[in-house]
């Protein structure tokens, strides 16, 4: 059974940092894409960013761009996003997605082959 378990949500000041970990088991982790979305109260879900299967490329959102760092750890199976200087408006549910060999130019894409349950990260100004 493939579990991404995503964790390290919490309540931040502006300018604070969070570093969220996602967890993942029951599949052969270095075959995925991973990825970060999130979804704000009353607005539609919002691609983050991600990080490629095999070399390891990174992309990021223009809104996050600078601020925010997509990880991964192979020994671990766990991909991490690493969140600096956070806004309110940040302030979302934050999920991770997989996406077997998925590379750089479907990863905006949501249909993704699995996905967390999500995270709450709340930045109070």
């Known amino acids: 059974q493939v579990q991404l378990a995503e964790s390290g949500g919490g309540l931040v000041q502006a300018g604070g940092s969070l570093r969220l970990s996602c967890v993942v088991s029951g599949l052969t ?3 995925y894409a991973m990825s970060w979305f999130r979804r704000a ?12 299967w095999s070399v390891g490329n990174s992309l990021c959102a223009d809104s996050v761009k600078g601020r ?14 690493q969140m600096n200087s956070l806004k309110p408006e940040d302030t979302a549910v934050y ?17 993704y082959d699995y996905w967390g349950q999500g ?7």
């Open 68 to 81: 925010f760092t997509i990880s991964r750890d192979h020994a671990k199976t766990t991909a991490y996003l």
């Open 41 to 52: 109260p009353g607005k539609e879900r919002e691609f983050v960013g991600g990080i490629t």
């Open 95 to 111: 999920y991770c997605a997989a996406r077997k060999f998925g590379n750089l130019s479907t990863m905006r894409d949501p249909r």
């Open 29 to 31: 982790f270095g075959n």
């Open 119 to 125: 995270t709450q990260v709340t930045v109070s100004s």
